[in-house]
Structures are given as structure tokens and as C-alpha cells.
């Protein structure tokens, strides 16, 4: 079962930063924190993960209160493309241990 | 570089035939497999996931099966479909971060 909360929907300005939250108020001390995207009709992109400390990459960022109880994904500068529906997953990092998707939130970039 | 190939991208079958879905991995060794399905306007619900040759795990009961003949090949199979197994069906593989093919559009008419 899904253990994140996130809001159903979002709408972000283009050339804006999209902050998008994310509750996990049980994740335990081994699991991680998986942001994914799925573009309409397409399968989910991977987008960025972290344990405890904030991470960056060319996609997002991603930020973790240091509780780790909750966590935003940041899109630095939103683009129409980045129109899609964004999952937060929380997960144990070995083998065996599943992806499990709850609804995510749908960002839409407007113009 | 790692691959994940799934096929076909669409699929109208009428109730009651079989169905096979085939997903290949190129590129990685010994990975954790899944088939997810995501019916129109909802989430990802995960079907199946094995972590080896042989060995699959089923998250709901359901009219479908799956397979895992080789290292790098995963399989979604029905005997008889149903009007309820209609959605996209996305296979997945993983070592840390999941990677997703791009999904087969199945309509059971």
C-alpha cells in the first residue's frame, strides 16, 4: 500500500519553480524517497530519490525535512512539458521490496 | 546501457481469448521484474513482481498469471479475458530505481 500523501492537483506558471509536496509521516529509517512522472498515455519516468539528505540532478530537486516525515520536489523551471502526473513513493532500497504508486498529484505548466 | 522493451503497444482482444504480454531486459543482470495496470483515469496498481528466474509474486487475486522463463524476460498471461482486464499494462524492472517500459494499451471488447 501507497504511504504517501500528496495533493491531487497542482497548477504551476511557466518559467516558474514547481514545489511539490509530499507526506510520509511513517516512513521508516531504510526506506527511501522515489519521485516518479507519468506523462499522458506513457510509462512512469524516473525522476530522483534521496534518504536523508537533499539531492539535485538535471531533472529536479529534491528536499527532505530533516524529521523525514515530508518532502518537495522541486522543478527549477517548469516548461509546458513538464505537464504530468507526479508520483512520491517511499521504499526500502534492496531486493524483493516493491514499488507501490498511490494518485499522485497533476501538475499542469500553464502558459 | 540498460533497455526494457514491452510489446505490443496496443491490444483489442475479445472476451475470452488468451492473452500474452512480453516484456525483455537488456543490459542488467538478475533484476526485480514487475507488470503493473493502470485502469483509465486511476493509479498504477502493481499485478506481479519476482525477484528471479521462476519465482513470482501476485499482489491481488485476479484472472491473470505470470511467468518469468528467463533472467531478463517477464510475462503477463490470461486464459480467458475478461471486460474488467481492459487498462494499460506497464511492465517494470529494478536494481535500485524502478525503469518502465513504454506500456501496452489492452481493450478486451
Known amino acids: 500500500d501507497a504511504k504517501t500523501t500528496q495533493p491531487p492537483s497542482m497548477d504551476c506558471a511557466e518559467g516558474r519553480a514547481a514545489n511539490l509536496p509530499c507526506n510520509h509521516s511513517?516512513?521508516?529509517?531504510?526506506?527511501?524517497v522515489y519521485w516518479y512522472r507519468q506523462i499522458h498515455s506513457q510509462g512512469p519516468q524516473y525522476i530522483i530519490h534521496?534518504?536523508?539528505n537533499n539531492e539535485t540532478n538535471e531533472m529536479a530537486s529534491l528536499i527532505i525535512t530533516e524529521d523525514r516525515k515530508s518532502s518537495t520536489l522541486i522543478l527549477p523551471h517548469a516548461t509546458l512539458r513538464d505537464t504530468a502526473v507526479y508520483y512520491c513513493?517511499?521504499?526500502?532500497?534492496?531486493?524483493?521490496?516493491?514499488?507501490?504508486f498511490g494518485t499522485g498529484t497533476s501538475l499542469t505548466v500553464i502558459p | 546501457s540498460q533497455t526494457i522493451h514491452q510489446w505490443p503497444a496496443t491490444l483489442v482482444q475479445p472476451v475470452g481469448s488468451p492473452l500474452s504480454l512480453e516484456c525483455t531486459v537488456e543490459g542488467t543482470s538478475n533484476p526485480n521484474l514487475y507488470w503493473y495496470r493502470q485502469a483509465a483515469g486511476r493509479g498504477l496498481q502493481l499485478l506481479f513482481y519476482s525477484v528471479g528466474i521462476g519465482q513470482i509474486s501476485s499482489e491481488v487475486p485476479q484472472n491473470l498469471s505470470a511467468s518469468r522463463p528467463q533472467d531478463r524476460q517477464f510475462i503477463l498471461s490470461s486464459k480467458k479475458l475478461l471486460l474488467s482486464d481492459s487498462g494499460f499494462y506497464l511492465c517494470a524492472w529494478s536494481v535500485a530505481e524502478a525503469f518502465f517500459g513504454q506500456g501496452t494499451r489492452l481493450t478486451v471488447v
Open positions: 534521496g534518504l536523508k
Open positions: 511513517t516512513i521508516s529509517g531504510n526506506e527511501y
Open positions: 513513493i517511499v521504499r526500502a532500497s534492496n531486493t524483493g521490496n516493491q514499488f507501490y
